[in-house]
């Protein structure tokens, strides 16, 4: 490592440590001598100034926290001396000019990916099964078992068989501390019937009946949208009957969204069959039959503008502004340079950033968008004693994410620096090239189920905790803030940005090579772990307060 500290913004009055340091240890930087009165582990910060109550606190070069108490030079940043603080936003007419970043080494690449009748292009070809009500999750999940696993989709081989081997093993009076799962493999005799399907996905929840009628339409633009999402080749639909959401508003919506939706489309509904045998029986076979003639699109080469990839954080770390999340930023600023699109989502992640990206807004209609978005929503926050100040977890604040401002500061650095050209509410489809905010909670699966409804066909997660997290039908690729992460949880994390905190790499060189690995994903030469794992997380948002 070639430094034990950082400051990241020279009007910043904190330093970012990057390895464990000692109470009395002397800090050396930029000539300046720093006696630590507290053990600082990685991650956090400790103060270069003398602070007073009542003074702010900068991070990122913006206000991220005001002090409580009497904070001597050298000391800690803690949950008790410095609480949330951000500087008021408005629109202020700014004139942003942005500088592409050099992508000449990307010009004229391609990746392989599925092209629709409408002309936009998958990463992956997926079969879609959704309910329009939680009635129907039970016969989904009865369909789902049957569909992977003579398909060659499911992935709990090892899981069986080491459930057998236990039973074995009690039956036989064994230890069974004794059953080796690594020592287990799959069945070889599991291969996926169609090579040109990357998997038969279904967006079980917990709507479509009760609840107010607004979750209901919310629910079913919410499934249109994913049934009109470029990585979804067909849809199998099943009703109930009497719910709220009828199949009739779905279809409604689905027209709405795109006009000349043309996709193999299926509807069942319970009521209206002779029994449930015939229904999930006929779900079944007509399905078999779409996904014979789907499996007949082939990969064809398609311009790196036609991806569209969402950038995500979650379980994150005090590296996450530092590491993975500009090294994403850079990725997404290379993108934007080749004409695709980028989104931005997580609206309580953005508490702290809000003047930055109005600035770099393209005008006033959408900065007023955001504005106006960002503003409802911290109100119905607050309405219910919350608060988008309230957004950091345990663990974020254990791991040096002290106050929303400095996790959103650093959570706003994966959008990259390009101007942002739209402003889209939950399940509005992107149109334009270029960065787009989405508005959607923090909540890790709310989110990328939302900015998947938008339209990311690649989502790029950081995180510095770790977590499993991925989605239906938007492969979601992992990246490691930190080398200790990747190291330990090898089977979820995809990339890792930590030889930027070793000073091994620069966050352009790391941007690079994510976006590399983008290329690869999209063309389906690699699989992201979260993929492999069938990590299908689906959340709806009923627009309620979820942070």
Same mark, same amino acid.
């Given at each position: %490592?070639?430094?034990?500290?950082?400051?990241?913004?020279?009007?910043?009055?904190?330093?970012?440590?990057?390895?464990? #340091?000692?109470?009395?240890?002397?800090?050396?930087?930029?000539?300046?001598?720093?006696? #630590?009165?507290? *053990?600082?582990?990685?991650?956090?910060?400790?103060?270069? *100034?003398?602070?007073?109550?009542?003074?702010?606190?900068?991070?990122?070069?913006?206000?991220?926290?005001?002090?409580?108490?009497?904070?001597?030079?050298?000391?800690?940043?803690?949950?008790?001396?410095?609480?949330?603080?951000?500087?008021?936003?408005?629109?202020?007419?700014?004139?942003?000019?942005?500088?592409?970043?050099?992508?000449?080494?990307?010009?004229?690449?391609?990746?392989?990916?599925?092209?629709?009748?409408? &002309?936009?292009? &998958?990463?992956?070809?997926?079969?879609?099964?959704?309910?329009?009500?939680?009635?129907?999750?039970?016969?989904?999940?009865?369909?789902?078992?049957? #569909?992977?696993?003579? #398909?060659?989709y499911a992935v709990t081989d090892k899981y069986k068989s080491y459930a057998?081997?236990?039973?074995? +093993?009690?039956?036989?009076?064994?230890?069974?501390?004794?059953? *080796?799962?690594?020592?287990?493999?799959?069945?070889?005799?599991?291969?996926?019937?169609?090579?040109?399907?990357?998997?038969?996905?279904?967006?079980?929840?917990?709507?479509?009946?009760?609840?107010?009628?607004?979750? +209901?339409?919310?629910?079913?633009?919410?499934?249109?949208?994913?049934?009109?999402?470029?990585?979804?080749? @067909?849809?199998?639909?099943?009703?109930?009957?009497?719910?709220?959401?009828?199949?009739?508003?779905?279809?409604?919506?689905?027209?709405?969204?795109?006009?000349?939706?043309?996709?193999?489309?299926?509807?069942?509904?319970?009521?209206?069959?002779?029994?449930?045998?015939?229904?999930?029986?006929?779900?079944? !076979?007509?399905?078999?039959?779409?996904?014979?003639?789907?499996?007949?699109?082939? !990969?064809?080469?398609?311009?790196?503008?036609?991806?569209?990839?969402?950038?995500?954080?979650?379980?994150?770390?005090?590296?996450?502004?530092?590491?993975?999340?500009?090294?994403?930023?850079?990725?997404?600023?290379?993108?934007?340079?080749?004409?695709?699109?980028?989104?931005?989502?997580?609206?309580?992640?953005?508490?702290?950033?809000?003047?930055?990206?109005?600035? !770099?807004?393209?005008?006033?209609?959408?900065?007023?968008?955001?504005?106006?978005?960002?503003?409802?929503?911290?109100?119905?926050?607050?309405?219910?004693?919350? &608060?988008?100040?309230?957004?950091?977890?345990?663990?974020?604040?254990?791991?040096?994410?002290?106050?929303?401002?400095?996790?959103?500061?650093?959570?706003?650095?994966? @959008? &990259?620096?390009?101007?942002?050209?739209?402003?889209?509410?939950?399940?509005?489809?992107?149109?334009?090239?270029?960065?787009?905010?989405?508005?959607?909670?923090?909540?890790?699966?709310?989110?990328?189920?939302?900015?998947?409804?938008?339209?990311?066909?690649?989502?790029?997660?950081?995180?510095?905790?770790?977590?499993?997290?991925?989605?239906?039908?938007?492969?979601?690729?992992?990246?490691?803030?930190?080398?200790?992460?990747?190291?330990? %949880?090898?089977?979820?994390?995809?990339?890792?940005?930590?030889?930027?905190?070793?000073?091994?790499?620069?966050?352009?060189?790391?941007?690079?090579?994510?976006?590399?690995?983008?290329?690869?994903?999209?063309?389906?030469?690699?699989?992201?772990? +979260?993929v492999q794992l069938n990590q299908d997380d689906f959340i709806p948002w009923?627009?309620?307060?979820?942070?």
């Amino acid at each position: %490592m070639k430094a034990r500290v950082l400051k990241i913004h020279p009007k910043d009055n904190v330093l970012v440590v990057l390895t464990n #340091l000692k109470k009395g240890e002397v800090i050396e930087h930029n000539g300046n001598s720093y006696t #630590l009165v507290d *053990d600082v582990d990685a991650k956090h910060k400790f103060f270069i *100034d003398d602070m007073k109550a009542g003074d702010s606190v900068y991070m990122y070069g913006v206000l991220v926290g005001k002090i409580q108490f009497d904070v001597p030079k050298g000391g800690r940043m803690t949950t008790d001396n410095t609480k949330h603080a951000a500087d008021a936003y408005a629109y202020r007419a700014a004139k942003y000019e942005w500088h592409a970043p050099d992508v000449s080494k990307f010009a004229g690449r391609t990746f392989n990916g599925y092209k629709r009748s409408d &002309g936009r292009v &998958g990463t992956a070809n997926y079969w879609l099964f959704l309910p329009t009500v939680f009635c129907e999750n039970r016969n989904l999940d009865v369909i789902r078992e049957a #569909l992977h696993n003579e #398909l060659g989709y499911a992935v709990t081989d090892k899981y069986k068989s080491y459930a057998k081997s236990l039973v074995d +093993a009690f039956k036989e009076g064994a230890d069974l501390g004794s059953v *080796d799962i690594t020592a287990l493999q799959p069945d070889p005799k599991q291969r996926r019937v169609f090579k040109n399907i990357d998997g038969i996905k279904f967006l079980n929840h917990q709507m479509g009946c009760g609840g107010t009628r607004q979750d +209901a339409k919310t629910l079913g633009e919410l499934l249109a949208a994913y049934s009109d999402h470029p990585n979804v080749g @067909g849809i199998t639909v099943l009703s109930l009957g009497c719910q709220n959401l009828q199949v009739q508003d779905y279809l409604k919506y689905l027209k709405e969204r795109n006009p000349g939706f043309d996709k193999p489309l299926y509807v069942f509904e319970q009521q209206q069959s002779q029994s449930e045998e015939q229904l999930v029986a006929e779900a079944i !076979r007509k399905t078999f039959e779409g996904l014979v003639e789907l499996n007949k699109l082939e !990969r064809t080469p398609a311009p790196l503008s036609e991806m569209c990839v969402g950038v995500k954080c979650g379980g994150s770390d005090g590296f996450s502004g530092i590491s993975a999340n500009p090294a994403v930023g850079y990725c997404a600023d290379l993108l934007v340079g080749l004409g695709a699109k980028v989104l931005l989502a997580e609206f309580p992640e953005l508490c702290g950033a809000e003047q930055e990206l109005i600035d !770099r807004s393209v005008d006033e209609a959408t900065a007023q968008k955001f504005i106006t978005l960002m503003r409802n929503y911290d109100e119905l926050a607050h309405k219910v004693g919350s &608060g988008f100040h309230m957004n950091p977890s345990p663990g974020n604040i254990k791991d040096g994410l002290i106050t929303d401002a400095i996790k959103s500061t650093g959570a706003a650095k994966k @959008g &990259g620096t390009s101007p942002v050209v739209d402003v889209l509410d939950y399940t509005e489809k992107v149109k334009k090239p270029g960065l787009s905010l989405v508005c959607t909670p923090g909540n890790d699966v709310e989110a990328t189920t939302g900015k998947t409804a938008s339209g990311a066909t690649l989502i790029l997660f950081t995180t510095g905790l770790g977590t499993p997290t991925g989605n239906p039908v938007c492969p979601t690729i992992k990246v490691a803030t930190n080398s200790s992460l990747a190291r330990r %949880m090898k089977d979820i994390i995809d990339i890792d940005t930590g030889g930027i905190i070793e000073g091994e790499k620069t966050i352009e060189q790391m941007g690079e090579e994510i976006l590399e690995y983008c290329i690869k994903a999209a063309s389906g030469e690699v699989i992201p772990k +979260a993929v492999q794992l069938n990590q299908d997380d689906f959340i709806p948002w009923k627009r309620g307060v979820s942070l």
